[in-house]
């Protein structure tokens, strides 16, 4: 593994788990009930897939030709980085820190 397929995991492991990390829509935009909904979580980790995947692709052009990739790669990388998202849903969903008992 070179240094930026390492750099390129970090960044999206961290990207993943940004949507988890905020009640603000990409960090800017304040939801009007206080908390945002999953929906809206799982729309900004749709985005910075594609975001981090785009960024993947502009470094494997600067080092070369691009590889042609079959629905399969996507379908992986797609499950990856559900993977590298799974500790910020376990910290927003799972981690009953919040939740009192009655």
Known sequence: MNQNTAILLLIALVAANLPFASNRLFFVIRAKSGHKAVIWRLLEL????????????????????????????????????????????VYRYLWNRHHVAR
């Open 46 to 89: 749709v985005i910075l897939y594609f975001a981090v995947g785009g960024l993947a692709w502009l470094v494997e052009k600067n080092q070369g030709d691009v590889h042609h990739q079959d629905w399969e790669f996507y379908a992986v990388t797609a499950c990856l980085f559900l993977v590298f998202a799974f500790p910020g849903f």
